[in-house]
Nanobody, 111 residues
Framework: QVQLVESGGGLVQPGGSLRLSCVAS????????MAWFRQAPGKEREFVAR???????YNPNLPKGRFAIFRDTAKNAVYLQMNSLQVEETAVYYC?????WGQGTQVTVSS
């Protein structure tokens, strides 16, 4: 049974940083296409970043250089480092592994 457990969300001031974690069980993150999505209130779920094998991909509509996806094979986890967060990036952030989804972690950017 596949489980994805996210953590690391919370309240951060504009311009701040957060690192989200997704610990997987039932699959091997280094062999699986792992991604982060987000869903803001009243909006559709949006792709943020993906890591598959040795390649990474980011939503081209997002400001470059502020998000980084990486993994720790020893912990079977994938992370999303987010810097210079803006108010409009308040959303529930979801970990995705192909057909599987985590429960989401809330990120609130507010002063």
């Amino acid at each position: 049974q596949v489980q994805l457990v996210e953590s690391g969300g919370g309240l951060v001031q504009p311009g701040g940083s957060l690192r989200l974690s997704c610990v997987a069980s039932g699959l091997t993150v280094s062999l699986t296409s792992m991604a982060w999505f987000r869903q803001a209130p009243g909006k559709e779920r949006e792709f943020v970043a993906r890591r598959h094998g040795g390649t990474t991909a980011y939503n081209p509509n997002l400001p470059k250089g502020r998000f980084a996806i990486f993994r720790d094979t020893a912990k079977n986890a994938v992370y999303l480092q987010m810097n210079s967060l803006q108010v409009e990036e308040t959303a529930v952030y979801y970990c995705n592994a192909e057909m599987y989804w985590g429960q989401g972690t809330q990120v609130t950017v507010s002063s």
